[in-house]
């Protein structure tokens, strides 16, 4: 029976996509649920899986050509058995083999395990289970995830056009490849930002001590308790969401001739990838402490690793947060993510000295920057939002007290 392979459906927001690679050549046997491609869009990676079994007949979309929503790219002639198999693959499976392949399919998945395939998308059948009575084990489960990332890995550095050239040292060699999808949709994002809105940027300095003591004191009953290591990021985002309460303005976004108010806070956290910069969204902060907080940042950081992020989790937000520091950064001046109004610029912690009191002492200090858009927002209200945000972070108390 021939199956046709078609392109995801994209939501409204996606217009198209590109075959970034393919994992099967035409002619190759393929298992159930295996990964056949990958489909890079504007935003997100989709991969594109076997739904049966059998032989992948022919390639219609090569590596690089554009596919729009549902469009064929492929077909596969489900139970066939590739030409190259051995003579003894063709013949029928003995009544015995039947019986161990139904009781693995059918086996039970343990608690673990079943968590860990929703988590990554593996369907049970395709998991070959090595506990009593055919169970599927956590173990089982990581064994696949592992062997689809190896698929990932083995890709030819041909296919990877965002990959840096490797030159030889002294030769006088250019390299050009073309930019990814997400990488140009990304820069004409940037641009746009700095030519559409009225972008200006205030900046104030944060003392990191009170928030470092604090991590100190408690992050061994904190990992013990929620099973998370306490960062500074999730401070952050509670100190910015106490301030976005505070100043409505920061937390709206422009639509046309319309200021958007939002009654609810979703929190974008840039990453860095190796395809470029997402931003996946933190839902309804205010209704999160920093455990669950600091959970959803370590997820979706891996998810990025991986190239696992989804549309759903880079759709909406209403204010942003990016790092710089983790990479070193001692200042700088973050570019807005339209349509929000403003977004927060962390950098890196720098002893310094500092007068308190009459006195100069050596301090953890922090540079934060905010970028905002002026079309919205007056600088007194840019002001004071970023000093709400330090004297939660100097004075973490304010943040339980709601002063």
């Not at 050009?176 to 004409?188: H, I, S």
């Amino acid at each position: 029976m021939s199956i046709e392979i078609k392109a995801p459906q994209f939501p409204e927001s996606v217009a198209d996509g590109t075959i970034a690679t393919w994992y099967k050549k035409e002619g190759e046997a393929v298992k159930r649920d295996e990964l056949l491609a990958d489909v890079e869009t504007d935003k997100v990676v989709l991969e594109i899986v076997a739904p049966e079994a059998g032989v992948l007949t022919s390639i219609i979309k090569q590596e690089g050509d554009t596919v729009e929503s549902q469009e064929l790219i492929a077909t596969l002639e489900a139970g066939a058995v590739a030409n190259d198999a051995p003579a003894a693959s063709k013949e029928e499976p003995a009544p015995q083999e039947e019986s161990a392949a139904a009781t693995s399919e059918d086996a039970v998945a343990a608690p673990a395990a079943r968590k860990l395939m929703s988590e990554h998308g593996v369907d049970a059948s395709q998991v070959q289970g090595t506990g009593k009575g055919g169970r599927i084990t956590k173990e089982d489960v990581e064994a696949v995830v592992a062997q689809r990332q190896q698929q990932r890995e083995a890709t030819p550095a041909a296919v990877q056009p965002q990959e840096e050239a490797q030159l030889v040292a002294g030769a006088r060699e250019e390299r050009r490849v073309p930019m990814t999808r997400l990488r140009k949709r990304v820069a004409e994002r940037l641009v746009a930002a700095q030519h559409e809105a009225a972008m200006l940027t205030t900046f104030n300095e944060v003392n990191m001590q009170p928030i470092m003591e604090m991590r100190k004191s408690y992050q061994t009953d904190f990992e013990k308790t929620h099973g998370v290591r306490l960062g500074f990021m999730s401070f952050f985002v509670r100190a910015c969401v106490e301030a976005l309460k505070r100043f409505p303005a920061v937390n709206a976004s422009i639509d046309g001739d319309d200021i958007v108010y939002h009654g609810y806070y979703d929190v974008g956290v840039a990453v860095s990838s190796d395809r470029g910069l997402v931003v996946p969204v933190l839902r309804d902060c205010d209704q999160k402490g920093l455990a669950e907080i600091e959970t959803d940042i370590i997820g979706y950081g891996t998810k990025a690793r991986d190239g696992k992020l989804s549309i759903d989790d880079m759709t909406g937000g209403t204010f942003t947060i990016s790092n710089g520091g983790v990479f070193g950064s001692l200042l700088s001046t973050p570019i807005l993510n339209p349509p929000q109004t403003a977004i927060l610029g962390m950098h890196k912690i720098q002893e310094r000295p500092m007068a308190v009191n009459g006195k100069v002492e050596i301090l953890p200090m922090m540079y934060l920057a905010l970028s905002y858009d002026h079309r919205l927002i007056d600088g007194k209200e840019a002001v004071q939002f970023l000093v709400a945000v330090k004297n939660f972070i100097e004075d973490p108390a304010r943040l339980l007290l709601d002063i």
